[in-house]
């Protein structure tokens, strides 16, 4: 089943990205490319900070912890390979990702878990969409920096490694830019979900560009777990 | 506690310098990363796979007994920009290792770094490259 849904999401990347984008909304406009291979900057992997909980987020986080502790994979998903999602996968620590940018659609696809993750231009959702790992994601420049919309996520997937909960309500703002002369780019991450958290929250990811990497296929089978 | 046998060199016991794994599958609760022990045996599997690459190493303990360790490193791409290949182990090698044992003292642990018997190093860390 996670097998499946990996080829699905490649082939999905694939024809995205080789498609001729003839329809190019954004076609005569000028905008950065964030095309590249990225490696994260801040040591270790980043977790929020500065959130307020609700009481049903706490008792989302203390059940997460306790699944985390347990190695229980009905908690921590990504036991079983399933993909850690947005914004946790923004996190990948020492595995770098790679960014193929077209007029139409952004690709990422990271070689934590293999992930790839669709951000197309445009304003609105799709309608009908089901939950999602990565969730539904839409874009559009305000001047250099593309801002990214993302609603539409299960719910069972973390914030960040320390298990920070999120609900369906879940709403994923971010603002991604290139710095130092494109060496650097940069994502800031708001999260914004009523029911577990009081008000909305920021993180902010530097990557380091590192064209000089070519990531590796990492299809998660989880072989094997300590006993 | 883990028990140090025979097959145990030397039980280098480390303070540890901010090593949590950057990227963690699960928690790594189960190691001790405090701890640093270093052993010497035989590869009897090589597994070159993801989540995370894994050694079964056999060391001999006291009284000539057995031990299957299992020695868990990280994902195959931290390991290929590090200088492993999927060829970089096979059975029957006499490998030393150094990890991070179980904490509750069964045979195994988190791979630090594996010593070839013609002395080459291959190390598994979490540092970027």
């Known amino acids: 089943m996670i097998r499946h849904s990996h080829l699905h999401w490649a082939a999905a990347l694939a024809v995205a990205f080789f498609a001729a984008p003839s329809t190019a909304q954004n076609s005569g406009e000028q905008h950065p490319s964030l095309s590249g291979t990225w490696l994260q900057k801040t040591p270790g992997a ?22 985390i502790a347990a190695s229980d994979p009905d908690i921590d998903t990504a036991l079983r390979c399933e993909p850690q999602g947005v914004p946790r996968m923004l996190s990948p620590g020492p595995l770098p990702f790679v960014v193929m940018q077209t007029p139409t659609v952004i690709g990422v696809v990271s070689e934590a878990f293999a ?3 669709l951000i197309w231009f445009g304003n609105e959702h799709r309608k009908g969409y089901w939950p999602t790992y990565m969730g539904d994601s839409v874009a559009h420049w305000d001047g ?13 997937t973390f914030l960040d490694m320390r298990g920070l909960p999120h609900s369906d309500a ?15 780019l940069q994502d800031q991450v708001t999260i914004d979900d009523p029911k577990y958290f009081k008000k909305p ?27 | 506690m883990l028990k140090f046998r025979s097959g145990v060199l030397a039980a280098a016991i480390l ?8 990227v963690a599958h699960h928690s790594f609760a189960m190691f001790d990363l405090t701890k640093e022990v270093t052993v010497q045996g035989v590869v009897k599997q090589f597994t070159w796979a993801n989540p995370h690459v894994w050694i079964d ?68 860390t979490n540092a970027r490259q």
Not at chain 2, 110 to 116: G, I, P
């Open chain 1, 170 to 184: 879940l709403h994923v703002s971010e603002r991604m830019q290139l710095l130092d002369g494109g060496k650097t």
């Open chain 1, 115 to 117: 992930q790839p993750r």
């Open chain 2, 15 to 22: 303070p540890l310098i901010g090593a949590q794994p950057a």
């Open chain 1, 201 to 227: 929250f920021t993180l902010t990811h530097q990557y380091a560009r590192r064209d000089d990497i070519k990531i590796v296929e990492t299809v998660c089978l989880n072989t094997r777990t300590h006993p």
């Open chain 2, 57 to 124: 190493v056999v060391v001999n303990g006291d009284n000539g007994q057995a031990q299957t360790w299992g020695l868990e490193s990280l994902a195959v791409g931290l390991l290929y920009r590090q200088g492993w290949t999927a060829d970089s182990l096979k059975p029957g090698d006499k490998i030393t290792v150094v990890v991070h044992p179980m904490r509750d003292g069964t045979f195994g642990g988190q791979l630090m770094r594996v010593t070839l018997a013609d002395g080459h190093v291959l190390n598994s």
């Open chain 1, 46 to 67: 980043q977790t929020f900070n500065g959130f307020e909980l609700t009481p049903a987020g706490e008792a989302a986080f203390e059940r997460n912890k306790k699944g």
């Open chain 1, 144 to 156: 250099n920096v593309l801002a990214i919309d993302t609603v539409n996520f299960v719910p069972t």
